[in-house]
């Protein structure tokens, strides 16, 4: 199992992003995958998780409504669209994948930095 988080940057308030998370040795079918982040100084915490079944999704309170997950699954990616970004997102996001959303397996992290 392999992921591959990309798409960070610098973004001033309000910008938006748009995270992929490319993934392989297994298919959506099988695992969920999730972004969390970690802000420095802070605790790593869940954003977003997409069902592996029935496209079931999960927003952290703080986003919802900002940011979309979406799956696209001929070509093994799973994007976080971001929108309306607050100094308070700036963090290094990371996608993971397991069963109901647990993260068993993790990629390397992406830079957010949401600052003017």
């Known amino acids: 199992v392999q992921l591959q988080a990309s798409g960070g940057g610098l973004v001033q308030p309000g910008g938006s992003l748009r995270l992929s998370c490319a993934f392989s040795?297994?298919?959506?079918?099988?695992?969920?995958i999730s972004w969390f982040r970690q802000a420095p100084g802070k605790e790593r915490e869940g954003v977003s998780c997409?069902?592996?079944?029935?496209?079931?999704?999960y927003y952290k309170d703080s986003v919802k409504g900002r940011f979309t997950i979406s799956s696209d699954s001929a070509n093994s990616t799973v994007y976080l669209q971001m929108n309306s970004l607050k100094p308070d997102d700036t963090a290094v996001y990371y996608c993971?994948?397991?069963?109901?959303?647990?993260?068993?397996?993790w990629g390397h992290g992406t830079q957010v930095t949401v600052s003017s």
């Open positions: 993971a994948a397991g069963p109901r959303c647990l993260p068993v397996y």
């Open positions: 997409i069902g592996s079944s029935d496209d079931t999704t």
């Open positions: 040795g297994f298919t959506l079918d099988y695992y969920a």
